[in-house]
T-cell receptor, first 112, second 116 residues
Framework: DAKTTQPPSMDCAEGRAANLPCNHS???????VYWYRQIHSQGPQYIIH???NNETNEMASLIITEDRKSSTLILPHATLRDTAVYYC?????????????FGKGTKLSVKP | NAGVMQNPRHLVRRRGQEARLRCSPM?????VYWYRQLPEEGLKFMVY????????ESGMPKERFSAEFPKEGPSILRIQQVVRGDSAAYFC??????????????FGQGTRLTVV
């Protein structure tokens, strides 16, 4: 079973920030938080990952709470092309991607 | 720099036939992973391979399924004597080996297997 909990669906207006929450209350000290997304019928796409500190890249920002029991993925200016299922995954840093445990994710619908 | 290439994109097989799914990892990547996605469900890990070695096959069904990643050529996921329940999207991912640093996985576009 996935070690994360996400809302099944969310809506966001185009141009607005999309804030996707994830609970991972049983996360261990050496586990990272990863986010992937899957646009309809395509392969999953890596977005961002972090351990303790907040992270930002060209796609998104990742905010991790101080106790690391939850995190939020932020898409600062959502577009229609951001409509996808977003997966929050926790895993140990093992030097390479291995067994990713995908839950059901959050289906984000960006509306015009 | 081509991404992870999977072929065929769509495959139709009759019950009892064999299905062969191919995956060419990104250039320079030595790790390959196969996932299965049943209709309306999330992705499930099947197997993790390095060149000529199976590292983790904990998600592979015990019968009819096999995977290989030979020294030369693509990784192959083989399903023998397919049944209707094997109908799914099969995704391959690859990653490089970077000692001491975690890396992301790059996914292909998948092969959609339909068993009729």
């Amino acid at each position: 079973d996935a070690k994360t909990t996400q809302p099944p669906s969310m809506d966001c207006a185009e141009g607005r920030a999309a804030n996707l929450p994830c609970n991972h209350s049983t996360i261990s000290g050496n586990e990272y938080v990863y986010w992937y997304r899957q646009i309809h019928s395509q392969g999953p796409q890596y977005i961002i990952h972090g351990l303790k500190n907040n992270e930002t890249n060209e796609m998104a920002s990742l905010i991790i709470t101080e106790d690391r029991k939850s995190s939020t993925l932020i898409l600062p200016h959502a577009t229609l092309r951001d409509t996808a299922v977003y997966y929050c995954i926790v895993r140990v840093d093992s030097g390479s991607q291995g067994n990713l445990i995908f839950g059901k994710g959050t289906k984000l619908s960006v509306k015009p | 720099n081509a991404g992870v290439m999977q072929n065929p994109r769509h495959l139709v097989r009759r019950r009892g036939q064999e299905a062969r799914l191919r995956c060419s990892p990104m250039k320079g990547h030595s790790h390959v992973y196969w996932y299965r996605q049943l209709p309306e469900e999330g992705l499930k890990f099947m197997v993790y391979l390095q060149k000529e070695n199976i590292i983790d096959e904990s998600g592979m069904p015990k019968e009819r399924f096999s995977a290989e990643f030979p020294k030369e050529g693509p990784s192959i996921l083989r399903i023998q004597q397919v049944v209707r329940g094997d109908s799914a999207a099969y995704f391959c991912a690859s990653s490089p080996l970077l000692q001491g640093r975690d890396t992301e996985a790059f996914f292909g576009q998948g092969t959609r297997l339909t068993v009729v």
